[in-house]
Nanobody
Framework: QVQLVESGGGLAQAGDSLRLSCAAS?????VGWFRQAPGKEREFVAG????????YFADSVKGRFTISRDNAINTAYLQMSSLKPEDTAVYYC???????????????????WGKGTLVTVSS
């Protein structure tokens, strides 16, 4: 069992930047981030492969968000820039032991979830 702990959420203004961190208690294969806005389904945001560091992003965040990971300390990061009010959501760290988390990955393709961290962006 792998535990994921997110940190770094909070309140931001439009145009600001925030960095989320996800610390894993063990090694995982795929790591990524999903988000869930009020009244909406949880959706893929970003993913990164374990070995090659290939990154994937939802169209809504491309060019604004970056994802990285430090395998030595089992930690992943989501750097969010040029934040918009529509980025307001609970952000969940996600990990898979089955493969890379990418845009086609549904919530059923995730093996471990963090508890989530709230990001609120005001206009």
């Amino acid at each position: 069992q792998v535990q994921l702990v997110e940190s770094g959420g909070g309140l931001a203004q439009a145009g600001d930047s925030l960095r989320l961190s996800c610390a894993a208690s063990g090694r995982t294969y795929g790591v990524g981030w999903f988000r869930q806005a009020p009244g909406k389904e949880r959706e893929f945001v970003a993913g990164i492969s374990w070995r090659a560091g290939i990154t994937y992003f939802a169209d809504s965040v491309k060019g604004r968000f970056t994802i990285s990971r430090d395998n030595a300390i089992n930690t992943a990061y989501l750097q969010m820039s040029s934040l918009k009010p529509e980025d307001t959501a609970v952000y969940y760290c996600a990990a898979s032991i089955r493969g890379t988390i990418m845009p086609s990955t549904t919530i059923y393709g995730v093996d471990y979830w963090g508890k989530g961290t709230l990001v609120t962006v005001s206009s």
